[in-house]
T-cell receptor, first 109, second 112 residues
Framework: RKEVEQDPGPFNVPEGATVAFNCTYSNSASQSFFWYRQDCRKEPKLLMSVYSSGNEDGRFTAQLNRASQYISLLIRDSKLSDSATYLCVVNNAGNMLTFGGGTRLMVKP | NAGVTQTPKFRVLKTGQSMTLLCAQDMNHEYMYWYRQDPGMGLRLIHYSVGEGTTAKGEVPDGYNVSRLKKQNFLLGLESAAPSQTSVYFC???????????FGPGTRLTVT
């Protein structure tokens, strides 16, 4: 089993739709969780950190479920500019960050 | 404020050639990292450094060497390039492990 697993997609959604991605992780001792966004042929950039209580930033909501070992990202009212690959990132043993393979989102007009 | 810069942006090598990738950051970050990104594999950590003069192996260190002689620079070396090292290489820096990592624009390397 991969340490961090994501559905590669692509998720094709119309503008204005709500879309959710899940990411599962294997190390129950993981402490830090993040979502990064990566545009085509560009570097990853932090979208948001994921806290135990969940957190929201505008149209984006991140949740952590420790019991089932997954984190989620919800995007409301999708915009064309949300089209990108979303990377789930978890810190594992040895304090390294492990990146998932990414979920590709395509928002259509 | 340039953030994290990488040189070169593109490079084509022949099998057996050597090269050095340079990463520079101007944010006074202690931690620096080298990743490679391959289709379907996600970002994988090659080597990292927790401060000037220190380096450590990541998940996929074989075939690479690194040096951190100055706090702002982190060099990645390929002594004898192989086609399996064809990839996009990203450098990143952060104040510490649990903080946001800032990435450079990447270097696209092709080994023929």
């Amino acid at each position: 089993r991969k340490e961090v697993e994501q559905d590669p997609g692509p998720f094709n959604v119309p503008e204005g739709a709500t879309v959710a991605f899940n990411c599962t992780y294997s190390n129950s001792a993981s402490q830090s969780f993040f979502w990064y966004r990566q545009d085509c042929r560009k570097e990853p950039k932090l979208l948001m950190s994921v806290y135990s209580s969940g957190n929201e930033d505008g149209r984006f909501t991140a949740q952590l479920n420790r019991a089932s070992q997954y984190i989620s990202l919800l995007i409301r009212d999708s915009k064309l500019s949300d089209s990108a690959t979303y990377l789930c990132v978890v810190n594992n043993a040895g304090n390294m960050l492990t990146f998932g393979g990414g979920t590709r989102l395509m928002v259509k007009p | 404020n340039a953030g994290v810069t990488q040189t070169p942006k593109f490079r084509v090598l022949k099998t057996g050639q050597s090269m050095t990738l340079l990463c520079a950051q101007d944010m006074n970050h202690e931690y620096m990292y080298w990743y490679r990104q391959d289709p379907g594999m996600g970002l994988r950590l090659i080597h990292y450094s927790v401060g000037e003069g220190t380096t450590a192996k990541g998940e996929v260190p074989d075939g690479y060497n690194v040096s951190r002689l100055k706090k702002q620079n982190f060099l990645l070396g390929l002594e004898s390039a192989a086609p399996s090292q064809t990839s996009v290489y990203f450098c990143a820096s952060s104040p510490g492990w649990v903080y946001e990592q800032y990435f450079g624009p990447g270097t696209r390397l092709t080994v023929t």
